[in-house]
């Protein structure tokens, strides 16, 4: 089955900076995935969440504030790993501590973190070779 139909393989970014988003797609496709990049101003509320089982959020972004945000994706369901990317990381993992599928990565981090993250949840399938 080809990665573009696989939602482990597939993640929707949503961040406010542009070059960030540019890197985050470099970074996702060099780990093997599929990035899509989606304008907050679109609303959040209408990401297709059945493409992909990986959101990368920009903590900023999921209103009214990260928990309420991840407990309405939580309730549609979508039980996805949700990566939240912030300045101030210690916040975040405090409030997520106890969280499953919720991963926390401070800026500034490099792209090696960022797959990690993800591939500690939806590790690669076998090869068949």
Same mark, same amino acid.
């Given at each position: 089955?080809?990665?573009?139909?696989?939602?482990?393989?597939?993640?929707?970014?949503?961040?406010? !900076? /542009?070059?960030?988003? *540019?890197?985050?797609?470099? #970074?996702?496709?060099?780990? %093997? +995935?599929?990035?899509?990049?989606? $304008?907050?101003?679109?609303?959040?509320?209408?990401?297709?969440?059945?493409?992909?089982?990986?959101?990368?959020?920009?903590?900023?972004?999921?209103?009214? !504030? /990260?928990?309420?945000? *991840?407990?309405?994706?939580? #309730?549609?369901?979508?039980? %996805? +790993?949700?990566?939240?990317?912030? $300045?101030?990381?210690?916040?975040?993992?405090?409030?997520?501590?106890?969280?499953?599928?919720?991963?926390?990565?401070?800026?500034?981090?490099?792209?090696? !973190?960022?797959?990690?993250?993800?591939?500690?949840?939806?590790?690669?399938?076998?090869?068949?070779?």
């Amino acid at each position: 089955m080809p990665a573009a139909s696989i939602p482990e393989a597939s993640a929707i970014v949503v961040v406010r !900076d /542009p070059v960030l988003a *540019a890197s985050l797609e470099l #970074a996702l496709v060099a780990g %093997g +995935l599929n990035a899509f990049l989606f $304008d907050a101003g679109q609303g959040l509320d209408r990401l297709p969440m059945s493409i992909a089982m990986t959101l990368i959020i920009d903590d900023r972004l999921a209103k009214p !504030d /990260p928990a309420t945000f *991840a407990a309405g994706l939580r #309730a549609r369901p979508w039980d %996805g +790993l949700i990566v939240l990317i912030t $300045d101030d990381s210690e916040v975040m993992e405090e409030a997520f501590r106890r969280s499953e599928r919720i991963a926390v990565l401070e800026m500034p981090f490099i792209s090696a !973190d960022l797959i990690a993250v993800i591939r500690a949840v939806w590790p690669p399938a076998p090869s068949t070779s």
